[in-house]
Structures are given as structure tokens and as C-alpha cells.
């Protein structure tokens, strides 16, 4: 990593109110050149609190873009941190609309060109597609980094029909700790505290609305982009990493949007900037490429970006399976268009008799997290005990094969009840039996007529059923054997179906594994810079003497039959900041099943989040905790929120609720 201090442009920041129509002010920091002539603005839009939580990040690229003749903009949507109003559901009608003013009254600046440019990455880059899709004027440009262009199947709540457990839960829970932390007197003032407590009135856990609508209805079509494509008329930059759950939206994006107004770039990374340098690398110069995509939309230059493959995407080589890359071997590869005229469909045919496949209900523990951030336990280990709890079918590699896409299955099945669920996993296995998990799907079987469908399923009746596997980039060498694995479980990334524990009988016969092969070729061509920064924020992270509890520990009852995963997300633990600031978080995330039982499946999360700046004597804490059960019939909720104020607690809410499973 470069840690750049020269720019071409000495640069200022200020913290500054934007005012909307309705009159709520949202709280925003500028950083900007210091010249006489107006520039573009670029702006990141989150709640996640530019005073604090994305501070470090922050200081990373928004000085460094300032110093290249932009104004860049970090703004908290209304309801977060310090801006005003009461928090809203995610990518709601009032974000966008809030949004679509921010863009307006940057573009009206005196020191700002008129043309305005939105980037982030999760929430950023949700909300930049989302905004664009509006298409208000002086928006030209996005970079929309590890995002979804389709709210329902690929984001956080459901994958393939079915309700994801492992992270429409924790992310629920995650955004009601966040959003029950108090705006900060040291930048709000005197009325932080009234703010606090009309928040904290109004939160409702997001994991109410989001069981609420268990197929793809209304709900989750707003702010999905890919309902309409045509709508953004922005230049879009979309950007993913293999490890990241989103990056199948980089592959539709690119094959959607016209080719003079979209690129597409998909690396080895996790959920992360990809100049960050966090595993699995290799990291780039994003933000020179950035630059670059900028320059182009928003000043006219004529700097060849648009030159670039529609599509470069990283394929990795074979590497036996770790929880941790520093850096995967590889190389890049540049598309004309998506699909490709490189890549070809190869059908690999499943042969063999019917067979049932029962997996146990805790098939998944060895799954790896649903968001990797480039810790050390987030990837998938070695797959084998996962192997054994499917049913496997495996194909010889004779010459070395590259896999650019997304695989497809296509399988014969019959489910020995109504409700239930397939997962298909592709692994690469090696001579000495390792097995590393390539990519993964999941369809509801409910689902298998169209994710805005509940079709129940007729017992023991045989039907086709197909559907896509998670987009890769691998290269399989020879000697090593492509394996195919079929579960009716995966927990918990997966929430088990009532009576799924009778399993499903797959027949091989007329059942297939469909590869995208790309055409093998010698060096590209394609090169990136140096990862190059601005100076680190100077955020200090005090040395404890409590040993760390492990990042992922599986326990196993034996008698019981009972699994638990205990799953620390460590997104940042404690620390204090240049102004004074202490924060500290710790959270806890635990999955519990029963081997036998899909309706044992229970989630929890605790958070607790404390804040305190001394020199103010003002010491605020959260305490949250937040679990799902389920019967036969419902999904049961509670949620506990506790705030203390200087010790003596200021709110205290439990809210239990009752969701029918109408699909899920």
C-alpha cells in the first residue's frame, strides 16, 4: 500500500448541514480543493455514521479524490448518525427521494461543476444504482461496488426462494444496534438526546418487514434495479469480488446496461474496497481506476477507460482449501461483451441410480460466512465432512479447465414432502481428497416456478427443476476431479423447511452440471496500479488483556445431537479516535440446530455498543439482543433493546412478534 500525502491539489474539509424540502437538515462532510474554479462533487451516501463508524474508510479515499480536483461527499442518511429525522427501512421511498435532493443541492453549489458522481460499496452502492435509477439530471457517473441490482434473491434476505438465516437475522439484528446508537453532542449539540429517544420510539426491527414478504412481491421489486434496467442512464462502474455475495449483479449489470455506458470489474475479494489489501488479494489501485472512470464522465477526458473489456474478472487457480488467502494465484481476463464469446456452456451429465439425499439439518456448518471482510475464519474449509452429509457426483479433469460465470443444475427430483429446500455445491477436489468449495446455489422448492410463487410440492412426485449456482472465476487443473454436491440442508445460511428432514430422491438420469467454460489464453494485458491511499486517520485500538474468543467455533452436543456455531463478525472492536471519541462494540452471533429436527433451528445476537467522551462526561450505551425461532407454521421474533445514559438505563423495549411461514 502507498500512502500518498502529494496531490495535485492542496485540499480543506468542512462539516456542513444539507437541507431538504421537508426541512429535516442532514449532517455531511466535505472534502474539497482548494481552487477558484467549480469542480464535480462526488458523493457516498450511508447510515452508518461519518463521525465514527466509517471514519477510518473515510479519511482512506474521500481526501485522496479531493486532492484529484473533486468535492467529496460523505453523507448520513436521515434517521443515522447526525443528521435529523427518525430512521426509515433500508432503501426506502424517503432514503432515495432524500438522496435524489443531496444530488440536487450539490450540483447547485457555487464551487460544483453542475455534474455529480455517487460511489460506495454495500449501502453506497445499493443506494448509487438505486439513485441513478431515478435518473435525476446532474447524476452522470456511479461506482457501485460488491451491491445487488436485485433486492429479493440477492442481498441479505432470501437466496433462491429461501429465507437466509445466517444473515437476514444478524443484519437485522446488526441494523438494530446501529440504529439505536445516539447521535453525538460533540457535533449535534444540545438536542441529541431528544433525537436519541424519539429514535429509539420509533425503531422496528427490519426482521418483522423482511419475513413479512417471503416471495418476491412489491416489496422487494422497489429498488431493485434490474426490474428496469433502462431507467439508469448514468455510467455505471460495477465492481465485485468472487468472495462476495453480490457479484453476480456485476454480471448481469454488464450484460444489461448498453456497452457505452457500463464496465465491469470482479476480482478475488471479499466484501471489501478492492485497494484495501484485506484476504484475499491480490488488492489493485482502485482508487486510480476510479479516477479514471470520473475523469471520463464528469470532465470529459478522453483517457481510454471505456477502451477497457466490457468485463475484466480475476480467475483463480487451484488452492487447497484455508479460511484465509493473503492472496490467490490467478490471472485476468478481459470480456468483449457478456456472455462472452470466450466462455461455452459444458454440460457434465450425473450418472448413476436414483439416490436419496437426507442430509442431517446441520449440513452448512463448514459453509463460511455469508459476508467475508478478510478475516481469518471467514472462507470455507476443507468441504470433505460437508461432502459426506450430500449426495456427490464427481467428473475428471483431463486438461485444465477454466470456469468463468455462473454454473447451472439441472436436476431430476422428487421431495418426499410439500416444503424443502436443494443446495448444489461445485468443489475442487484434489489427488489427496481436499475439497474446496468453487461456488454454491439454493432454490425453495416452492420457488421453482418463479420467486413471486409458492408452489407447494406434490409428495413423491418427480419433476425438473434448474437454477444458477453463484458466479466464479476458477481454473480446475488436471488430475483433479470437479464434484458436484447435493444437500436438502444448509444451515444456517439456509432456514430449514418443516419436514425437509425426509429428504429428496435425486435421479441422475436426465439431471446435469452445466460449466462456463472460457477458452484458455496467454497474458491479457490487463494491469492495475499500485494500491495507493491518503494518510491513515490515526484511529488508536487499545491492547486488552482478555484473550480473543474464536471467530467461528462449532460446538457439537453428542447425546443430543445438538450443533451450535458461535460466530463473532469483528467488524471493529474498541477504539478511540483522534477527537476523543471512545467506541466499543462486541458482538455474538449463535446458530443452533438439532441434527434431526429443522424446527429446533434457532438464531440469536447480542450486540452492545458504548460511547463515551470523556471530556464531555457523556457515557451512552446500547444493549440489544435479537432471536428467531419457528414452529410448523410461524417464525417467532424477539427483540430486546436496553440504552443507558451515564448508568441509568433512558429506554427498555421488547417486541415479540408472530410471522406466518407462507413460504419460507
Known amino acids: 500500500m502507498h500512502i500518498r500525502t502529494s496531490f495535485p491539489y492542496e485540499t480543506a474539509h468542512e462539516d456542513l448541514r444539507i437541507p431538504l424540502s421537508d426541512g429535516t437538515l442532514l449532517y455531511a462532510r466535505v472534502w474539497r480543493p482548494l481552487t477558484d474554479e467549480p469542480v464535480p462533487a462526488l458523493l457516498e451516501y450511508l447510515p452508518y455514521r461519518l463521525t465514527d463508524w466509517t471514519a477510518p474508510r473515510d479519511a482512506q479515499r474521500h481526501p485522496w479524490y479531493a486532492g484529484h480536483g473533486y468535492a467529496s461527499v460523505r453523507v448520513d442518511v436521515r434517521g443515522h448518525g447526525n443528521s435529523e429525522g427518525l430512521p426509515t427501512d433500508e432503501y426506502s421511498a424517503t432514503e432515495l427521494a432524500d438522496g435524489v435532493e443531496v444530488v440536487e443541492w450539490l450540483a447547485a453549489q457555487p464551487w460544483c461543476t453542475g455534474k455529480v458522481g455517487m460511489f460506495g460499496i454495500s449501502w453506497g452502492g445499493f443506494n448509487s444504482l438505486q439513485i441513478a435509477a431515478l435518473a435525476p439530471d446532474p447524476l452522470k457517473a456511479v ?18 426462494g429461501s429465507v437466509l438465516a445466517v444473515d437476514m437475522h444478524a443484519w437485522a439484528s446488526t441494523m438494530l444496534a446501529f440504529t439505536s446508537r445516539p447521535p453525538d453532542p460533540a457535533y449535534l449539540g444540545e438536542g441529541w438526546r431528544e433525537l436519541w429517544l424519539r429514535r429509539l420510539e420509533a425503531l422496528e426491527p427490519f426482521s ?34 468472487w468472495h462476495d455475495p453480490y457479484r453476480d449483479t456485476v454480471l448481469r449489470l454488464a450484460e444489461q446496461l448498453p456497452a457505452d455506458r457500463v ?7 471479499s466484501h471489501q474496497y478492492p485497494d484495501r489489501g484485506l484476504p484475499p488479494g491480490p488488492a489493485i489501485g482502485f482508487l486510480q481506476e476510479t479516477l479514471r472512470w470520473w475523469d471520463h464522465w464528469l470532465k470529459g477526458a478522453d483517457n481510454g477507460v471505456m477502451a477497457e473489456p466490457l468485463l475484466r474478472s480475476y480467475v483463480s487457480d487451484s488452492h487447497p482449501p484455508a479460511t484465509v488467502y493473503d492472496t490467490l494465484p490467478g490471472r485476468w481476463v478481459g470480456e468483449p461483451s457478456w456472455p462472452s464469446p470466450h466462455v461455452t456452456t459444458v454440460p457434465h451429465a450425473l450418472e448413476g441410480a436414483p439416490v ?29 465432512e460437508e461432502d ?26 422428487a421431495s418426499h414432502t410439500p416444503r424443502g429446500q436443494v443446495v448444489a455445491r461445485v468443489c475442487d477436489v484434489a489427488p489427496d481428497g481436499s475439497s474446496t468449495l468453487v461456488t454454491r446455489g439454493v432454490l425453495n422448492l ?51 423447511q418443516p419436514g425437509s428432514e425426509a429428504g429428496l430422491t435425486l435421479d441422475p438420469a436426465g439431471s446435469f452440471l452445466d460449466l462456463p467454460v ?18 491513515p486517520l490515526g484511529v488508536n485500538f ?73 471530556e464531555l462526561g457523556w457515557d451512552a450505551t446500547v444493549h440489544t439482543r435479537s432471536e428467531i425461532t419457528c414452529d410448523a407454521t410461524d417464525f417467532v421474533t424477539s427483540d430486546e433493546v436496553v440504552c443507558t445514559e451515564g448508568g441509568e438505563v433512558v429506554f427498555h423495549r421488547t417486541r415479540e412478534k408472530r410471522i406466518p411461514r407462507t413460504a419460507g
Do not use: K
Open 388 to 413: 459426506a452429509r450430500s449426495a456427490c457426483f464427481e467428473f475428471a479433469v483431463g486438461e485444465e479447465t477454466w470456469v468463468l460465470g455462473r454454473p447451472r443444475v439441472r436436476l431430476r427430483l
Open 542 to 614: 487499545p491492547a486488552t488483556l482478555d484473550a480473543p474468543r474464536p471467530e467461528r467455533l462449532v460446538v457439537r452436543d453428542v447425546a443430543a445431537g445438538l450443533w451450535r456455531l458461535e460466530v463473532d463478525p469483528r467488524y471493529g472492536g474498541t477504539r478511540v479516535y483522534p477527537d476523543g471519541l471512545e467506541f466499543t462494540e462486541d458482538a455474538l452471533e449463535t446458530y443452533t440446530v438439532q441434527e434431526n429436527d429443522p424446527l429446533s433451528a434457532r438464531t440469536r445476537s447480542d450486540w452492545s455498543i458504548r460511547l463515551h467522551r470523556p
Open 143 to 160: 461506482v457501485t461496488v460488491c451491491s445487488t441490482d436485485d433486492r429479493y434473491d440477492n442481498d441479505v434476505h432470501y437466496m433462491g
Open 446 to 496: 416452492s420457488a421453482r416456478r418463479g420467486r413471486d410463487l409458492a408452489v407447494a410440492w406434490t409428495p413423491g412426485a418427480f419433476e425438473d427443476v434448474e437454477f444458477e449456482l453463484n458466479g466464479i472465476g476458477h481454473a480446475f487443473p488436471p488430475g483433479h476431479r470437479i464434484r458436484l454436491a447435493v444437500s436438502s440442508a444448509y444451515w444456517p445460511w439456509i432456514w430449514p
Open 263 to 269: 464496465r465491469g470489474l470482479i476480482g478475488p475479494w
Open 208 to 241: 418483522h418487514t423482511w419475513l413479512a414478504h417471503q416471495t418476491r412481491d412489491d416489496y422487494w421489486r422497489h429498488g431493485s434495479v434490474c426490474e428496469d434496467y433502462g431507467a439508469i442512464r448514468a455510467g455505471v462502474l460495477a465492481v465485485g469480488g
Open 356 to 384: 436419496l439425499v437426507r442430509s442431517p439439518q446441520h449440513t452448512g456448518v463448514d459453509a463460511g460466512r455469508f459476508f467475508p471482510f478478510g478475516n481469518d475464519a471467514d472462507l470455507p474449509p476443507d468441504q470433505r
Open 518 to 535: 472460457r477458452a484458455r489464453e496467454g497474458d491479457s494485458g490487463i494491469v492495475f496500479e499500485e494500491p495507493e491511499q491518503s494518510p
